[in-house]
């Protein structure tokens, strides 16, 4: 048993195929699929898809920092009214991104801390992405609790960072890149965590991890995630999928 804690399957790379993409996923033991909204369209999009395949899909909602721009009332609207389907399982993802700046930085504070406070009114955990950002989104998850806990994705911070975000409750999540020979930092945060606090995912059709790199990624790789940390820790993949699993389910309350 092994969760895909955030995927895109919802992306337009998987139209002609996505039910050969799940066979092999299952075939390769990957039990749960978390599909990740971050506009308006694919937050509807993924709870369409944990509808049509509820054995092995679950949703999350949430406008992503390159989408803050396009916020509106109706926006809130209509997140809150998705948030309320039993599918759905956390908020997000949320965050900021100074890498690619596709939104002002002022409003994507705005639109993070907006989204914090919804998740917190919905009760949900929140799904968190960080590029390029570490003392904002630090301070603003600081100042602006939720109480709902929530998971770093494709954690590729320090390890000075790490803790901090495991002091305050948070799961990190591990990727495709943590398999890369420049992933240095990554390999010494995955060594260091402790066990009951992190989650695997594959972000497909981004980030493949080796030895498929170049290729669309999809999830049924996220065994290579595991294999990897099985490595860096010096335990079996049969433990590490065993708490990467356990640890979604307390991440998600499921």
């Not at 092999?24 to 039990?31: N, V």
């Not at 916020?71 to 039993?86: F, V, Y």
Request: net charge neutral.
């Amino acid at each position: 048993m092994i969760w895909d804690t955030h995927a895109h399957l919802d992306d337009k790379q998987f139209k002609a195929d996505r039910d050969i993409v799940l066979q092999r996923a299952r075939e390769a033991g990957i039990t749960t699929i978390v599909n990740i909204g971050h506009s308006e369209a694919t937050s509807k999009e993924s709870v369409e898809l944990a509808t049509k395949y509820p054995s092995l899909f679950y949703a999350t909602v949430g406008i992503h920092p390159h989408d803050a721009k396009d916020c509106n009332d109706q926006t809130w609207i209509l997140l809150e009214r998705l948030a309320q389907n039993p599918k759905v399982i956390a908020w997000g993802e949320i965050g900021l991104d100074y890498y690619r700046d596709l939104s002002p930085r002022d409003v994507q504070r705005k639109v993070f801390i907006q989204q914090l406070e919804l998740a917190k009114e919905s009760g949900l955990p929140v799904v968190i992405h960080n590029r390029d950002a570490h003392g904002d989104i630090l301070k603003i998850i600081k100042e602006n609790p939720t109480g709902t806990g929530g998971v770093f994705h494709s954690y590729s911070g320090s390890w000075e960072m790490a803790k901090e975000l495991l002091k305050i409750g948070y799961y990190l999540s591990f990727s495709g890149p943590l398999t890369y020979k420049n992933s240095r930092h990554t390999v010494e945060v995955a060594g260091k965590m402790p066990e009951d606090r992190f989650v695997v995912e594959t972000d497909c059709p981004y980030l493949t991890p080796e030895p498929y790199r170049g290729k669309r990624n999809e999830p049924a790789y996220v065994r290579e995630v595991v294999s990897k940390i099985a490595e860096i820790r010096g335990i079996t993949f049969e433990k590490v999928a065993h708490l990467s699993t356990e640890n979604a389910q307390k991440l998600f309350r499921i």
